[in-house]
C-alpha cells in the first residue's frame, strides 16, 4: 500500500455513515499501518556489500630483456612463511600507532585477492626474475637431482605487512620481511647470508586504497633491495 492511500484511508469517512467511534478507531487503524509501513522500509537490509579485492597491479607491462646468468647459482625461492597475525587471511590489516595500541585491526570492506604471503612472495619472484634463474622447490630439487648442480635457496619469513597510523590522517605501509640465504648441495646446505628488510611508504590517503598502493609500492622497494643483496652475498660459504 503507498504512502498516499495509507494517508487517504486514515482520513474521516463522514460520507457514508460512520459513527465517529468508528471513524477514529480506522483513523488509528491507518496511522499504525503508516508507522508500521514506514518502519518496515527503515530496516529492511540493502543487497550485501562485497568488500572490495585488491592486489598488487599487472606490475611490469614489458618484460626487460634479462641479464646474462653465466656462472650464476639458480635461485630457488621457498614457500613465503608469515608470523604473528599474517596467517591465511586475505583482510587488509593496519594499526593505530597513536593510542599505543599493538593491535592489528582488519579493515571490514577490503580483502586481498590472496593471503599477504603469497602475493608478497610472487612480486618477489616477478623481480628476481628479471636477472637471475628462479625456480620453484619442486623444480630445484629435480634439477639438482638429474645435474647435481648446486643451488641457492633463498627461504623468507614475512613479519609485518600492515598500514600504520601515526596519526587519523597520516600513515604508512610498513613491511618486515626476514630473508636466509643458503647454499644447497647434493650434502646439505649452508648459511650464506641472513637478513632483517623494513620498508615503510607513505600513504597518500588515510585508508584502505592508500594503504594498499603503500604495500604495494614498498613491497618493489623491498624486492629491489633483496635483489642487490643477494647479488652482493658470498657464492661460497
Known amino acids: 500500500m503507498s504512502l498516499f492511500s495509507l494517508l487517504s484511508w486514515s482520513q474521516p469517512a463522514r460520507a457514508v455513515g460512520v459513527s465517529p467511534a468508528l471513524s477514529r478507531a480506522g483513523r488509528l487503524v491507518g496511522l499504525t499501518a503508516l508507522v508500521l509501513g514506514l518502519g518496515a522500509c527503515s ?3 540493502d543487497h550485501p556489500v562485497r568488500p572490495t579485492q585488491y592486489d598488487f597491479g599487472p606490475g611490469a607491462m614489458t618484460a626487460p630483456a634479462p641479464r646474462p646468468a653465466l656462472g650464476q647459482a639458480v635461485l630457488v625461492i621457498a614457500d613465503l612463511e608469515p608470523s604473528g597475525g599474517l596467517d591465511s587471511s586475505s583482510m587488509v590489516l593496519y594499526r593505530l600507532a597513536y593510542t599505543g595500541d599493538q593491535q592489528l585491526r582488519p579493515y571490514a570492506q577490503a580483502r586481498w585477492t590472496l593471503p599477504p604471503a603469497q602475493l608478497v612472495r ?33 627461504r623468507l619469513e614475512l613479519e609485518e605487512f600492515s598500514q600504520v597510523f601515526d596519526q587519523p590522517q597520516q600513515s604508512s605501509a610498513l613491511v618486515r620481511l626476514r630473508a636466509t640465504l643458503l647454499d644447497s648441495r647434493p650434502a646439505g646446505e649452508t648459511l650464506l647470508a641472513q637478513r632483517v628488510f623494513v620498508t615503510r611508504q607513505a600513504a597518500l590517503s588515510p585508508d584502505a586504497p592508500g594503504g594498499v598502493i603503500a604495500l604495494t609500492q614498498a613491497t618493489d622497494q623491498l624486492a629491489q633491495d633483496l635483489a642487490q643483496w643477494i647479488d652482493a652475498a658470498p657464492s661460497k660459504p
Do not use: K, Y
Not at 619472484?125 to 645435474?147: C, F, I, K, N, Y
Open 122 to 154: 610472487l612480486r618477489l619472484r616477478d623481480h628476481l626474475s628479471l636477472q637471475r634463474a628462479v625456480m620453484s622447490p619442486t623444480e630445484g630439487a629435480a634439477l639438482q637431482r638429474s645435474q647435481g648442480q648446486s643451488l641457492r635457496v633463498l
Open 43 to 45: 530496516v529492511m537490509p
